[in-house]
């Protein structure tokens, strides 16, 4: 499941075509951040998943020149 998440929120930014978005640097931010998230033992399985969809809700906005932010 941990490797299908991070797939999801790559295949995400690099949806964008905003390069502030959709870029290398921010891949690897969004990534190891939720690594990290992931492999912290204080998160208990519901709170990564909801992390997770914020980390989709937030990138859709950033990603989408159309919505002012």
Request: overall charge negative; aromatic content about 10%.
């Amino acid at each position: 499941m941990i490797d299908r998440r991070f797939e999801i929120l790559k295949d995400q930014v690099q949806q964008s075509n905003m390069w502030e978005v959709n870029n290398p640097r921010v891949v690897k931010i969004v990534t190891l951040t939720m690594k990290m998230i992931e492999e912290d033992a204080l998160f208990d399985e519901e709170q990564k998943e909801q992390l997770y969809f914020i980390f989709r809700a937030v990138i859709k906005v950033w990603g989408n020149n159309e919505i002012s932010v």
